[in-house]
Protein backbone atom coordinates (compact mmCIF):
# COMPACT_ATOMS: atom_id res chain seq x y z
CA UNK A 1 0.00 0.00 0.00
CA UNK A 2 2.76 2.66 0.90
CA UNK A 3 4.28 1.47 -2.36
CA UNK A 4 1.46 2.65 -4.43
CA UNK A 5 1.00 6.17 -2.48
CA UNK A 6 4.40 6.78 -3.18
CA UNK A 7 4.69 5.84 -6.82
CA UNK A 8 1.50 8.69 -7.27
CA UNK A 9 3.15 11.05 -5.05
CA UNK A 10 6.56 10.92 -7.19
CA UNK A 11 4.40 11.25 -10.24
CA UNK A 12 3.07 14.70 -8.85
CA UNK A 13 6.70 15.96 -9.00
CA UNK A 14 6.99 15.21 -4.83
CA UNK A 15 10.17 13.74 -3.52
CA UNK A 16 9.44 10.84 -1.06
CA UNK A 17 12.03 10.11 1.82
CA UNK A 18 12.74 5.89 1.63
CA UNK A 19 13.52 5.61 5.22
CA UNK A 20 9.80 7.24 6.27
CA UNK A 21 8.25 5.21 3.37
CA UNK A 22 9.77 1.91 5.38
CA UNK A 23 8.68 3.03 8.39
CA UNK A 24 5.28 3.85 6.82
CA UNK A 25 4.45 0.40 5.20
CA UNK A 26 5.91 -1.14 8.72
CA UNK A 27 3.16 0.86 10.28
CA UNK A 28 0.44 -0.49 7.54
CA UNK A 29 1.76 -4.28 8.26
CA UNK A 30 1.25 -4.02 11.86
CA UNK A 31 -1.96 -2.59 11.91
CA UNK A 32 -2.89 -4.91 9.28
CA UNK A 33 -1.91 -7.80 12.02
CA UNK A 34 -3.45 -6.49 14.63
CA UNK A 35 -7.24 -5.97 12.52
CA UNK A 36 -6.43 -9.74 11.87
CA UNK A 37 -6.32 -10.61 15.36
CA UNK A 38 -9.31 -8.26 15.79
CA UNK A 39 -11.24 -10.65 13.47
CA UNK A 40 -10.32 -13.68 15.41
CA UNK A 41 -12.01 -12.61 18.42
CA UNK A 42 -15.19 -12.10 16.15
CA UNK A 43 -14.88 -15.85 15.18
CA UNK A 44 -14.08 -16.84 18.97
CA UNK A 45 -17.49 -15.05 19.80
CA UNK A 46 -19.42 -17.25 17.30
CA UNK A 47 -17.93 -19.99 19.07
CA UNK A 48 -19.29 -18.53 22.56
CA UNK A 49 -22.70 -17.91 20.89
CA UNK A 50 -22.38 -21.84 19.96
CA UNK A 51 -21.82 -22.33 23.71
CA UNK A 52 -24.55 -20.12 25.01
CA UNK A 53 -27.08 -22.16 22.50
CA UNK A 54 -25.73 -25.48 23.88
CA UNK A 55 -25.98 -24.30 27.23
CA UNK A 56 -29.39 -23.68 27.04
CA UNK A 57 -30.44 -26.52 25.26
CA UNK A 58 -29.07 -28.13 28.59
CA UNK A 59 -30.61 -25.87 30.68
CA UNK A 60 -34.23 -26.16 29.67
CA UNK A 61 -34.03 -29.87 29.11
CA UNK A 62 -32.81 -29.70 32.81
CA UNK A 63 -35.80 -27.86 33.30
CA UNK A 64 -37.84 -30.09 31.64
CA UNK A 65 -37.06 -33.36 34.04
CA UNK A 66 -37.67 -31.05 36.92
CA UNK A 67 -41.24 -30.14 35.82
CA UNK A 68 -41.95 -33.56 34.96
CA UNK A 69 -41.60 -34.83 38.82
CA UNK A 70 -43.24 -32.00 40.43
CA UNK A 71 -46.06 -31.45 37.98
CA UNK A 72 -44.93 -27.35 36.96
CA UNK A 73 -44.11 -25.63 34.02
CA UNK A 74 -40.83 -25.12 32.73
CA UNK A 75 -41.80 -21.60 32.98
CA UNK A 76 -42.90 -21.04 36.22
CA UNK A 77 -39.78 -23.13 37.89
CA UNK A 78 -37.09 -21.17 35.37
CA UNK A 79 -39.23 -17.63 36.50
CA UNK A 80 -38.58 -18.97 40.55
CA UNK A 81 -35.20 -19.98 39.79
CA UNK A 82 -34.27 -16.94 38.00
CA UNK A 83 -36.07 -14.48 40.97
CA UNK A 84 -33.74 -16.45 43.59
CA UNK A 85 -30.71 -15.59 42.11
CA UNK A 86 -31.41 -12.41 41.42
CA UNK A 87 -31.80 -11.47 45.11
CA UNK A 88 -28.70 -14.49 46.03
CA UNK A 89 -30.26 -17.22 47.34
CA UNK A 90 -28.96 -20.80 45.91
CA UNK A 91 -31.44 -21.54 43.37
CA UNK A 92 -30.12 -25.53 43.49
CA UNK A 93 -31.54 -25.84 47.15
CA UNK A 94 -34.64 -23.88 46.29
CA UNK A 95 -35.22 -25.75 43.61
CA UNK A 96 -34.65 -29.18 45.73
CA UNK A 97 -37.20 -27.57 48.11
CA UNK A 98 -39.81 -27.43 45.27
CA UNK A 99 -39.43 -30.73 44.44
CA UNK A 100 -39.77 -31.76 48.26
CA UNK A 101 -43.34 -29.39 48.28
CA UNK A 102 -44.68 -31.08 44.95
CA UNK A 103 -43.89 -34.55 46.30
CA UNK A 104 -45.66 -33.93 49.85
CA UNK A 105 -48.68 -32.66 47.33
CA UNK A 106 -48.33 -35.93 45.11
CA UNK A 107 -47.90 -38.64 48.20
CA UNK A 108 -49.40 -37.22 50.66
CA UNK A 109 -53.27 -38.18 50.75
CA UNK A 110 -55.28 -34.61 51.64
CA UNK A 111 -52.19 -32.46 51.54
CA UNK A 112 -53.46 -29.96 49.78
CA UNK A 113 -56.64 -29.71 51.96
CA UNK A 114 -54.20 -29.56 54.83
CA UNK A 115 -51.68 -26.92 53.36
CA UNK A 116 -55.21 -25.35 52.57
CA UNK A 117 -56.32 -25.32 56.34
CA UNK A 118 -52.77 -24.53 57.51
CA UNK A 119 -51.80 -21.31 55.67
CA UNK A 120 -55.01 -20.34 53.75
CA UNK A 121 -53.74 -20.72 50.70
CA UNK A 122 -55.12 -22.83 48.30
CA UNK A 123 -52.89 -24.91 45.90
CA UNK A 124 -55.26 -26.06 43.37
CA UNK A 125 -57.39 -23.80 40.93
CA UNK A 126 -61.11 -23.87 40.65
CA UNK A 127 -60.75 -26.80 38.18
CA UNK A 128 -59.16 -28.71 40.67
CA UNK A 129 -55.57 -28.35 38.79
CA UNK A 130 -52.50 -27.66 40.59
CA UNK A 131 -51.40 -23.93 39.93
CA UNK A 132 -47.99 -22.44 38.91
CA UNK A 133 -45.71 -22.92 41.58
CA UNK A 134 -44.84 -18.94 41.31
CA UNK A 135 -48.57 -17.92 42.14
CA UNK A 136 -48.64 -20.34 45.46
CA UNK A 137 -45.20 -18.86 46.70
CA UNK A 138 -46.27 -15.31 46.22
CA UNK A 139 -49.85 -16.35 48.58
CA UNK A 140 -47.20 -18.06 50.95
CA UNK A 141 -44.77 -15.29 51.09
CA UNK A 142 -47.51 -12.55 51.57
CA UNK A 143 -49.16 -14.56 54.85
CA UNK A 144 -45.46 -15.19 56.11
CA UNK A 145 -45.28 -11.41 55.97
CA UNK A 146 -48.47 -11.11 58.06
CA UNK A 147 -47.84 -14.68 60.32
CA UNK A 148 -44.04 -13.32 61.34
CA UNK A 149 -40.55 -15.23 60.95
CA UNK A 150 -41.57 -17.78 63.53
CA UNK A 151 -44.72 -18.94 62.19
CA UNK A 152 -43.61 -18.87 58.31
CA UNK A 153 -40.09 -21.15 59.68
CA UNK A 154 -42.46 -23.66 60.97
CA UNK A 155 -44.79 -23.87 58.08
CA UNK A 156 -42.25 -23.51 55.48
CA UNK A 157 -40.56 -26.79 57.02
CA UNK A 158 -43.62 -28.81 57.31
CA UNK A 159 -43.87 -27.96 53.75
CA UNK A 160 -41.01 -28.99 52.83
CA UNK A 161 -39.92 -25.21 51.67
CA UNK A 162 -37.08 -24.72 54.48
CA UNK A 163 -34.51 -24.50 51.77
CA UNK A 164 -35.98 -22.02 49.53
CA UNK A 165 -37.19 -19.91 52.97
CA UNK A 166 -34.88 -17.72 53.48
CA UNK A 167 -34.23 -16.65 49.90
CA UNK A 168 -38.27 -15.98 49.21
CA UNK A 169 -38.23 -14.19 52.37
CA UNK A 170 -35.94 -11.45 50.80
CA UNK A 171 -37.48 -8.02 50.69
CA UNK A 172 -37.39 -7.64 46.77
CA UNK A 173 -37.69 -11.67 45.94
CA UNK A 174 -41.49 -10.71 45.04
CA UNK A 175 -40.63 -8.13 42.99
CA UNK A 176 -38.06 -9.91 40.60
CA UNK A 177 -40.44 -12.83 40.28
CA UNK A 178 -42.90 -10.61 39.39
CA UNK A 179 -40.60 -8.46 36.91
CA UNK A 180 -39.69 -11.58 35.61
CA UNK A 181 -43.09 -12.91 34.60
CA UNK A 182 -43.71 -9.65 32.95
CA UNK A 183 -40.66 -9.30 31.07
CA UNK A 184 -39.98 -12.95 30.01
CA UNK A 185 -43.76 -12.98 29.10
CA UNK A 186 -43.77 -14.30 25.32
CA UNK A 187 -40.65 -15.74 25.27
CA UNK A 188 -40.90 -17.53 28.57
CA UNK A 189 -44.35 -18.70 27.28
CA UNK A 190 -42.71 -20.23 24.08
CA UNK A 191 -39.72 -22.24 25.59
CA UNK A 192 -42.56 -23.45 27.96
CA UNK A 193 -44.27 -24.97 24.76
CA UNK A 194 -40.94 -26.35 22.79
CA UNK A 195 -39.59 -27.71 26.33
CA UNK A 196 -40.42 -31.03 25.12
CA UNK A 197 -38.80 -30.68 21.34
CA UNK A 198 -35.45 -28.85 23.18
CA UNK A 199 -35.83 -31.99 25.72
CA UNK A 200 -35.79 -34.49 22.35
CA UNK A 201 -32.91 -32.47 20.94
CA UNK A 202 -30.85 -32.18 23.97
CA UNK A 203 -31.33 -36.13 24.08
CA UNK A 204 -29.89 -36.22 20.52
CA UNK A 205 -27.11 -34.38 21.03
CA UNK A 206 -26.30 -36.61 24.12
CA UNK A 207 -26.16 -39.27 21.53
CA UNK A 208 -24.62 -37.41 18.92
CA UNK A 209 -21.68 -36.70 21.22
CA UNK A 210 -21.55 -40.20 22.56
CA UNK A 211 -20.73 -42.07 18.46
CA UNK A 212 -18.31 -39.63 17.67
CA UNK A 213 -16.44 -39.49 21.12
CA UNK A 214 -16.75 -43.75 20.14
CA UNK A 215 -15.24 -43.05 16.76
CA UNK A 216 -12.40 -40.55 18.22
CA UNK A 217 -11.29 -43.27 20.47
CA UNK A 218 -11.16 -45.88 18.01
CA UNK A 219 -9.43 -43.58 15.47
CA UNK A 220 -7.45 -41.57 17.40
CA UNK A 221 -5.53 -44.05 20.07
CA UNK A 222 -3.62 -45.00 17.05
CA UNK A 223 -2.63 -42.03 15.16
CA UNK A 224 -1.88 -40.50 18.93
CA UNK A 225 0.77 -43.31 19.17
CA UNK A 226 2.00 -43.41 15.80
CA UNK A 227 2.41 -39.62 15.36
CA UNK A 228 3.20 -38.92 19.01
CA UNK A 229 0.75 -36.17 19.27
CA UNK A 230 1.08 -36.57 22.93
CA UNK A 231 4.02 -34.70 23.04
CA UNK A 232 3.00 -31.80 20.62
CA UNK A 233 0.42 -31.36 22.70
CA UNK A 234 2.46 -31.58 25.73
CA UNK A 235 4.89 -29.08 24.36
CA UNK A 236 1.97 -26.53 23.24
CA UNK A 237 0.12 -26.45 26.44
CA UNK A 238 3.19 -25.64 28.03
CA UNK A 239 4.23 -23.02 25.89
CA UNK A 240 0.46 -21.67 25.73
CA UNK A 241 0.08 -21.79 29.91
CA UNK A 242 3.52 -19.65 29.69
CA UNK A 243 2.75 -17.24 27.27
CA UNK A 244 -0.99 -16.49 27.63
CA UNK A 245 -0.94 -14.86 30.76
CA UNK A 246 2.00 -12.55 29.52
CA UNK A 247 -0.23 -11.65 26.82
CA UNK A 248 -2.58 -11.06 29.24
CA UNK A 249 -0.74 -8.32 30.93
CA UNK A 250 0.78 -6.76 27.85
CA UNK A 251 -2.70 -5.73 27.47
CA UNK A 252 -3.18 -4.23 30.70
CA UNK A 253 0.23 -2.69 30.65
CA UNK A 254 -0.42 -0.70 27.42
CA UNK A 255 -3.41 0.24 28.94
CA UNK A 256 -1.83 1.92 32.59
CA UNK A 257 1.18 3.24 30.42
CA UNK A 258 -1.00 5.13 28.10
CA UNK A 259 -2.63 8.70 28.23
CA UNK A 260 -6.10 8.54 27.45
CA UNK A 261 -7.94 6.78 24.92
CA UNK A 262 -6.04 7.86 21.58
CA UNK A 263 -2.89 7.40 23.00
CA UNK A 264 -4.02 3.78 23.85
CA UNK A 265 -5.11 3.09 20.37
CA UNK A 266 -1.69 4.13 19.22
CA UNK A 267 0.37 2.13 21.15
CA UNK A 268 -1.73 -1.17 20.75
CA UNK A 269 -2.05 -0.77 16.81
CA UNK A 270 2.09 -0.21 17.04
CA UNK A 271 3.88 -0.71 20.14
CA UNK A 272 2.34 -3.61 20.79
CA UNK A 273 5.19 -5.56 20.28
CA UNK A 274 7.86 -3.83 22.73
CA UNK A 275 5.16 -3.74 25.11
CA UNK A 276 4.82 -7.93 24.58
CA UNK A 277 9.07 -8.11 24.83
CA UNK A 278 9.27 -6.34 27.91
CA UNK A 279 6.51 -8.24 29.84
CA UNK A 280 7.97 -12.04 28.10
CA UNK A 281 11.34 -10.93 28.96
CA UNK A 282 9.84 -9.80 32.34
CA UNK A 283 8.41 -13.90 33.06
CA UNK A 284 11.83 -15.12 31.80
CA UNK A 285 10.04 -16.59 28.35
CA UNK A 286 12.94 -15.87 26.06
CA UNK A 287 15.57 -17.67 24.86
CA UNK A 288 19.09 -16.41 25.15
CA UNK A 289 19.42 -15.36 21.55
CA UNK A 290 15.90 -13.03 22.55
CA UNK A 291 17.46 -11.64 25.02
CA UNK A 292 20.26 -10.48 24.07
CA UNK A 293 18.37 -8.87 20.86
CA UNK A 294 16.14 -7.67 23.87
CA UNK A 295 19.22 -5.75 25.81
CA UNK A 296 21.02 -4.18 23.04
CA UNK A 297 17.94 -2.71 21.65
CA UNK A 298 17.93 -1.35 25.03
CA UNK A 299 21.27 -0.33 25.96
CA UNK A 300 21.59 1.51 21.73
CA UNK A 301 20.80 4.86 22.37
CA UNK A 302 21.22 7.47 19.34
CA UNK A 303 23.23 10.70 19.52
CA UNK A 304 24.09 13.39 17.50
CA UNK A 305 27.62 14.13 17.02
CA UNK A 306 29.67 16.68 14.29
CA UNK A 307 30.39 15.48 10.77
CA UNK A 308 31.68 17.88 8.30
CA UNK A 309 30.92 15.62 5.39
CA UNK A 310 26.97 15.59 6.35
CA UNK A 311 24.77 17.96 4.65
CA UNK A 312 24.23 19.96 7.86
CA UNK A 313 27.40 18.77 9.31
CA UNK A 314 25.37 16.84 12.32
CA UNK A 315 25.23 13.21 12.16
CA UNK A 316 23.18 10.26 14.33
CA UNK A 317 24.86 7.59 15.31
CA UNK A 318 24.28 4.53 17.46
CA UNK A 319 25.68 4.97 21.40
CA UNK A 320 25.64 1.29 22.71
CA UNK A 321 26.08 0.88 26.32
CA UNK A 322 28.31 -2.10 26.01
CA UNK A 323 28.95 -2.66 30.17
CA UNK A 324 25.17 -1.74 31.16
CA UNK A 325 24.14 -4.89 28.71
CA UNK A 326 26.41 -7.34 29.80
CA UNK A 327 25.56 -6.51 33.13
CA UNK A 328 22.33 -7.22 32.81
CA UNK A 329 22.62 -10.01 31.06
CA UNK A 330 24.51 -11.70 33.41
CA UNK A 331 21.75 -10.97 35.96
CA UNK A 332 18.88 -11.86 33.48
CA UNK A 333 20.87 -15.54 32.94
CA UNK A 334 21.88 -16.44 36.83
CA UNK A 335 17.58 -15.51 37.65
CA UNK A 336 16.45 -17.45 34.88
CA UNK A 337 18.83 -20.79 35.69
CA UNK A 338 17.91 -19.97 39.82
CA UNK A 339 14.13 -20.20 38.41
CA UNK A 340 14.68 -23.09 36.63
CA UNK A 341 16.13 -25.05 39.67
CA UNK A 342 13.17 -27.91 40.88
CA UNK A 343 11.43 -26.67 44.09
CA UNK A 344 11.17 -29.35 47.15
CA UNK A 345 8.78 -31.09 46.68
CA UNK A 346 5.73 -30.09 49.34
CA UNK A 347 4.76 -31.56 52.86
CA UNK A 348 1.99 -33.72 52.16
CA UNK A 349 -0.70 -33.09 55.57
CA UNK A 350 -0.86 -35.73 57.60
CA UNK A 351 -4.41 -37.60 58.04
CA UNK A 352 -6.28 -36.26 61.00
CA UNK A 353 -5.57 -37.76 64.55
CA UNK A 354 -8.38 -40.17 65.25
CA UNK A 355 -9.28 -38.98 68.65
CA UNK A 356 -10.07 -35.53 66.93
CA UNK A 357 -11.95 -37.20 64.29
CA UNK A 358 -15.98 -37.42 64.20
CA UNK A 359 -17.84 -40.13 65.99
CA UNK A 360 -18.47 -42.13 62.82
CA UNK A 361 -14.87 -42.17 61.72
CA UNK A 362 -13.59 -42.97 65.24
CA UNK A 363 -15.93 -46.07 65.37
CA UNK A 364 -14.81 -47.37 61.62
CA UNK A 365 -18.67 -46.82 61.61
CA UNK A 366 -19.36 -44.24 58.45
CA UNK A 367 -23.22 -44.33 58.21
CA UNK A 368 -23.50 -43.73 62.03
CA UNK A 369 -25.67 -47.17 62.23
CA UNK A 370 -27.00 -48.42 65.61
CA UNK A 371 -25.66 -51.88 66.97
CA UNK A 372 -27.84 -54.94 66.05
CA UNK A 373 -27.59 -56.77 68.89
CA UNK A 374 -26.45 -55.62 72.48
CA UNK A 375 -23.31 -58.27 71.86
CA UNK A 376 -21.94 -56.16 68.99
CA UNK A 377 -19.52 -53.43 70.65
CA UNK A 378 -21.10 -50.01 71.06
CA UNK A 379 -20.32 -46.26 72.08
CA UNK A 380 -23.66 -46.44 73.63
CA UNK A 381 -25.69 -44.99 70.84
CA UNK A 382 -23.77 -46.38 67.72
CA UNK A 383 -22.47 -49.46 66.53
CA UNK A 384 -18.30 -50.03 66.59
CA UNK A 385 -16.55 -51.81 63.84
CA UNK A 386 -13.16 -53.49 64.10
CA UNK A 387 -12.15 -51.99 60.43
CA UNK A 388 -12.83 -49.67 58.05
CA UNK A 389 -13.62 -51.81 55.47
CA UNK A 390 -15.98 -53.51 58.17
CA UNK A 391 -17.94 -50.80 58.83
CA UNK A 392 -18.21 -49.24 55.21
CA UNK A 393 -19.50 -53.03 54.24
CA UNK A 394 -22.11 -53.14 56.95
CA UNK A 395 -23.33 -49.83 55.35
CA UNK A 396 -23.62 -51.01 51.88
CA UNK A 397 -25.41 -53.95 52.91
CA UNK A 398 -28.46 -52.39 54.89
CA UNK A 399 -28.55 -49.36 51.58
CA UNK A 400 -28.88 -52.66 49.51
CA UNK A 401 -30.82 -54.72 51.88
CA UNK A 402 -33.18 -51.47 51.66
CA UNK A 403 -33.65 -51.44 47.90
CA UNK A 404 -33.96 -55.52 47.72
CA UNK A 405 -37.29 -54.98 50.06
CA UNK A 406 -38.42 -52.37 47.72
CA UNK A 407 -37.14 -48.65 48.66
CA UNK A 408 -35.68 -47.42 45.54
CA UNK A 409 -35.25 -43.85 46.05
CA UNK A 410 -33.86 -41.39 48.05
CA UNK A 411 -36.35 -39.95 49.83
CA UNK A 412 -37.75 -43.63 50.93
CA UNK A 413 -34.40 -45.25 51.86
CA UNK A 414 -33.51 -42.04 53.95
CA UNK A 415 -36.82 -41.56 55.74
CA UNK A 416 -36.09 -45.09 56.72
CA UNK A 417 -32.44 -44.84 57.20
CA UNK A 418 -32.78 -41.55 59.28
CA UNK A 419 -36.64 -40.91 60.14
CA UNK A 420 -37.99 -37.62 61.60
CA UNK A 421 -39.42 -39.83 64.70
CA UNK A 422 -35.30 -39.92 65.51
CA UNK A 423 -34.90 -36.26 66.15
CA UNK A 424 -33.83 -36.44 62.29
CA UNK A 425 -34.01 -33.54 59.50
CA UNK A 426 -35.22 -35.71 57.13
CA UNK A 427 -36.42 -33.20 54.46
CA UNK A 428 -32.44 -31.54 54.75
CA UNK A 429 -31.54 -34.94 54.45
CA UNK A 430 -32.67 -35.95 51.07
CA UNK A 431 -31.99 -32.78 50.11
CA UNK A 432 -28.22 -33.28 50.69
CA UNK A 433 -27.99 -36.76 49.79
CA UNK A 434 -29.36 -35.93 46.26
CA UNK A 435 -26.98 -33.07 45.70
CA UNK A 436 -24.30 -34.95 46.51
CA UNK A 437 -25.17 -37.58 44.07
CA UNK A 438 -25.93 -35.49 40.99
CA UNK A 439 -22.20 -34.28 41.33
CA UNK A 440 -21.13 -37.35 42.03
CA UNK A 441 -22.66 -39.48 39.29
CA UNK A 442 -23.26 -36.37 37.06
CA UNK A 443 -26.75 -36.61 36.56
CA UNK A 444 -29.72 -35.11 37.53
CA UNK A 445 -30.91 -37.34 40.63
CA UNK A 446 -34.14 -36.34 42.49
CA UNK A 447 -35.92 -37.36 45.71
CA UNK A 448 -37.79 -39.79 43.56
CA UNK A 449 -35.65 -40.65 41.02
CA UNK A 450 -35.58 -44.84 40.68
CA UNK A 451 -31.85 -45.56 41.88
CA UNK A 452 -30.37 -49.07 40.74
CA UNK A 453 -28.12 -50.26 43.46
CA UNK A 454 -27.16 -53.45 42.12
CA UNK A 455 -25.01 -51.00 40.39
CA UNK A 456 -21.72 -50.38 42.29
CA UNK A 457 -21.38 -46.91 41.18
CA UNK A 458 -24.42 -45.79 41.95
CA UNK A 459 -24.44 -47.31 44.98
CA UNK A 460 -20.78 -46.12 46.36
CA UNK A 461 -22.25 -42.72 45.17
CA UNK A 462 -24.81 -43.19 47.75
CA UNK A 463 -22.90 -44.23 50.71
CA UNK A 464 -20.18 -41.58 49.86
CA UNK A 465 -23.52 -39.11 50.29
CA UNK A 466 -24.94 -40.61 53.15
CA UNK A 467 -21.13 -40.83 54.55
CA UNK A 468 -20.83 -36.65 54.35
CA UNK A 469 -24.34 -36.07 55.63
CA UNK A 470 -23.34 -38.18 59.03
CA UNK A 471 -19.49 -37.14 59.44
CA UNK A 472 -18.50 -33.64 57.77
CA UNK A 473 -17.60 -32.68 53.87
CA UNK A 474 -15.08 -35.23 52.70
CA UNK A 475 -15.28 -37.94 54.81
CA UNK A 476 -15.73 -40.04 52.56
CA UNK A 477 -12.19 -39.65 51.25
CA UNK A 478 -11.25 -41.98 54.42
CA UNK A 479 -13.11 -45.09 52.30
CA UNK A 480 -11.26 -44.86 48.93
CA UNK A 481 -9.18 -48.06 47.47
CA UNK A 482 -9.25 -51.14 46.44
CA UNK A 483 -9.76 -52.93 49.74
CA UNK A 484 -13.20 -50.44 49.84
CA UNK A 485 -14.39 -50.50 46.57
CA UNK A 486 -14.40 -55.02 47.22
CA UNK A 487 -17.08 -54.36 49.56
CA UNK A 488 -19.08 -51.93 47.59
CA UNK A 489 -19.37 -54.62 45.15
CA UNK A 490 -19.90 -57.12 47.47
CA UNK A 491 -22.94 -55.35 49.11
CA UNK A 492 -24.50 -54.57 45.36
CA UNK A 493 -24.17 -58.37 44.57
CA UNK A 494 -26.48 -58.94 48.42
CA UNK A 495 -29.82 -60.53 48.20
CA UNK A 496 -30.63 -59.81 51.73
CA UNK A 497 -33.86 -58.18 52.10
CA UNK A 498 -34.46 -56.10 54.92
CA UNK A 499 -37.19 -57.12 57.41
CA UNK A 500 -38.17 -54.04 58.66
CA UNK A 501 -39.35 -52.62 55.53
CA UNK A 502 -43.23 -52.39 55.17
CA UNK A 503 -45.70 -51.23 52.48
CA UNK A 504 -45.97 -47.77 53.90
CA UNK A 505 -42.10 -47.09 53.68
CA UNK A 506 -42.28 -47.44 50.04
CA UNK A 507 -42.44 -44.15 48.09
CA UNK A 508 -43.40 -44.58 43.99
CA UNK A 509 -40.12 -43.58 41.84
CA UNK A 510 -39.91 -41.54 38.92
CA UNK A 511 -37.62 -41.95 36.10
CA UNK A 512 -34.23 -43.31 36.59
CA UNK A 513 -30.63 -42.23 37.44
CA UNK A 514 -28.59 -42.52 33.30
CA UNK A 515 -24.59 -42.96 34.64
CA UNK A 516 -22.16 -42.19 31.83
CA UNK A 517 -20.71 -45.57 30.27
CA UNK A 518 -16.84 -45.59 29.76
CA UNK A 519 -16.15 -48.32 26.90
CA UNK A 520 -13.05 -50.18 26.45
CA UNK A 521 -11.75 -51.27 22.99
CA UNK A 522 -9.32 -53.72 23.13
CA UNK A 523 -6.84 -54.53 19.96
CA UNK A 524 -6.97 -50.39 19.15
CA UNK A 525 -4.33 -51.18 16.27
CA UNK A 526 -6.73 -53.57 14.55
CA UNK A 527 -9.92 -52.08 12.85
CA UNK A 528 -11.72 -55.18 12.25
CA UNK A 529 -11.37 -55.72 16.29
CA UNK A 530 -12.22 -52.06 16.77
CA UNK A 531 -15.35 -52.45 14.48
CA UNK A 532 -16.87 -55.31 15.99
CA UNK A 533 -15.66 -54.07 19.49
CA UNK A 534 -18.21 -50.94 18.57
CA UNK A 535 -20.82 -52.64 17.37
CA UNK A 536 -20.79 -54.90 20.36
CA UNK A 537 -20.95 -51.91 22.89
CA UNK A 538 -23.35 -49.89 20.67
CA UNK A 539 -25.89 -53.25 20.78
CA UNK A 540 -25.30 -53.45 24.37
CA UNK A 541 -26.40 -49.38 25.33
CA UNK A 542 -29.46 -49.67 22.59
CA UNK A 543 -31.35 -52.20 24.68
CA UNK A 544 -30.15 -50.34 28.34
CA UNK A 545 -31.14 -47.41 26.90
CA UNK A 546 -33.35 -47.96 24.40
CA UNK A 547 -36.42 -46.43 26.07
CA UNK A 548 -34.70 -43.75 28.89
CA UNK A 549 -35.61 -40.12 28.52
CA UNK A 550 -38.76 -40.15 25.94
CA UNK A 551 -41.68 -37.15 26.44
Not at 491 to 507: L, P, T
Request: glycine residues 8%; aromatic residues 8%.
Amino acid sequence: MSSVLAGFLVRLGFVVDKDEQAKFQASIDYAGKRMKEIAMRGAAMGTAFSAAFAKSTQETNRFYNITNQIGGSVRGLNNVASAVAKVGGNVDEATNSLKTFANKLTFIPGMADYTKNLTGVDVRDKTGKLREYSDILLDLIERWKKTGDAVGRVEASFLGLDGAYASLMKKDFPAELKKTNEQQGELADMVDKSADSVHRLSNEFSRTWEIISMGSQAAFGTLSDSLGLDKVAEKFNKTLSQELPAWIQTEKNIWDQSHGVGDYLKNFFFKADEFQDAERYKRHLMDDEQVQKFLRKKYTKQKSVLDDEAEEGVSIVDDFDKKGFEEELARYRAAKKAAAQPAKPAQAEPPPVPGKMSRGLRNNNPGNMRPVSRNQPNDGAFAIYRTPEEGWGALGRQLKGYANAGLDNVASIISKYAPAADHNETGPYIQSVTANMSRRLGSDVGALTRLDLSDPRVLKALMQSITEHENFRGASQYFEGASFDKEVLAAAQSQWRSKVVNERDKIPSWGSVVVNQNITINGADNPRAVGQAVAHETLLAQNRYGQRNLS
